[in-house]
Nanobody, 124 residues
Framework: QVQLVESGGGLVQAGGSLRLSCAASGRTFSSYVMGWFRQAPGKERVFVAAIRWTGGTTLYADSVKGRFTISRDNAKNTVYLQMNSLKPEDTAVYYC?????????????????WGQGTQVTVSS
């Protein structure tokens, strides 16, 4: 099991930026894929971005491509989601997730461990 703790959410105006962090502990992560998902009120939890811990291969949802950047700091066991040009439709609870197998995935059921989530609210 991996423990995940998100931080960095908040209220921002449309066009602004936020950086989310996900601190991971409990295991070594060399074979892991780390993902970010989001869930808006009354909607399903959906994929945002993923990164392979070793090598840094990334994957993005079409809705955030070119605006969001996922990255990781191996020394700090932390994954980041830099969110730029935010829109009101980006408003959601953002969750960090860990998948202990190397194939990349956009499917939430492919991720085993989850953080508690952090709220991002974008005002128009």
């Amino acid at each position: 099991q991996v423990q995940l703790v998100e931080s960095g959410g908040g209220l921002v105006q449309a066009g602004g930026s936020l950086r989310l962090s996900c601190a991971a502990s409990g295991r070594t992560f060399s074979s892991y894929v780390m993902g970010w998902f989001r869930q808006a009120p009354g909607k399903e939890r959906v994929f945002v971005a993923a990164i392979r811990w070793t090598g840094g291969t990334t994957l993005y949802a079409d809705s955030v491509k070119g605006r969001f950047t996922i990255s990781r700091d191996n020394a700090k066991n932390t994954v980041y989601l830099q969110m730029n040009s935010l829109k009101p439709e980006d408003t959601a609870v953002y969750y960090c997730a860990a998948r202990p197998w190397t194939p990349m995935s956009r499917v939430k059921n492919d991720y085993r461990d989850w953080g508690q989530g952090t709220q991002v609210t974008v005002s128009s």
